[in-house]
């Protein structure tokens, strides 16, 4: 049996990275996933892959819009038909946009916030009625060593990743206080090996871009996609039944300076 053998899990942003990767994972221990984004077709290829590797009826795949309330409601209800119920939310999808204060759009700004932020409000407000009849179930937020350590040229990204962060333990409190079995916390990585750094990337090079981020960690290195999976996993399965309202840093260190 899996750590989450059981479990059903709804994972956004999964067609790369992040998204990807704990869809894997969950997946290779027992759970059955949903892989939504707005790319559609990526999220079809990595669902085929999990199916290849683990049975037909392991992975499905959704379009969704992380910002459109009517594509959650519309999702949600598909996994869990397809899926036979829904135990775990992943809110993973996320975006950043570049500027300070002064160089940053107002239209940047507010793309940014209805994508990381507006997606967790959705996500998790839809998601309950079907996690309370699943129990126990698990909420995992996506958010950043961003939305605790803040930046001069990175405002929105530390806004909306803050914003992630205690939305988690509102949420975590208020399933407390319902007497509902649902647990929701954070994670918080630092720079990963997914595409969200390609345009630091595109202006450095790959060994010079990943250099230049690892030496800002005390570690030496960015991290990998997989460091995060398995603290996804981690706070999917039973293993975490007591720990809601909280965060997981994995960050290298960074937070420790």
């Known amino acids: 049996m899996g750590r989450v053998a059981g479990k059903k899990a709804f994972i956004t942003g999964a067609a790369q990275g ?8 969950l997946a290779e221990e027992g759970a059955k996933v949903s892989l939504a984004d707005i790319n559609h077709e990526g999220a079809k290829r990595v669902a085929a892959e999990i199916d290849a590797a683990h049975g037909a009826g392991t992975a499905f795949a959704f379009p969704l819009d992380v910002t459109r309330e009517d594509q959650w409601i519309y999702a949600l209800e598909e996994a869990d038909a397809a899926m036979g119920g829904l135990s775990v939310l992943v809110n993973n999808a996320g975006i950043s946009r570049g500027g300070n204060i002064e160089q940053l759009s107002y239209e940047d700004w507010k793309l940014v916030m209805s994508v990381n932020v507006d997606s967790v409000f ?3 407000k839809h998601a309950l009625k079907y996690l309370r009849q699943n129990p126990p179930g698990s909420i995992v937020n996506i958010s950043s060593i961003a939305g605790l ?3 001069h040229n990175s405002p929105v990204y530390n806004a909306s990743k803050a914003a992630v962060w205690l939305l988690s333990k509102g949420i975590a409190l208020h399933c407390a206080k319902q007497g509902v079995d649902v647990r929701s916390n954070s994670i918080h990585p630092t720079y990963i090996d997914t595409p969200i750094l390609d345009p630091l990337r595109q202006t450095f090079g ?5 250099a230049k981020l690892g030496r800002q960690v005390p570690l030496g290195h960015i991290g990998e ?3 995060i999976a398995n603290a996804v996993l981690y706070l999917a399965s039973d ?3 007591f720990m809601t309202g909280a965060e997981l840093k994995l960050d290298g260190g960074i937070s420790a300076m």
């Open 122 to 124: 959705l996500g998790t």
């Open 18 to 25: 992040l998204g990807a990767a704990a869809a894997r994972r």
């Open 225 to 227: 996609p997989a460091d």
């Open 149 to 151: 350590i803040a930046a």
């Open 206 to 210: 790959k060994e010079e871009a990943e």
């Open 239 to 241: 293993e975490s039944k």
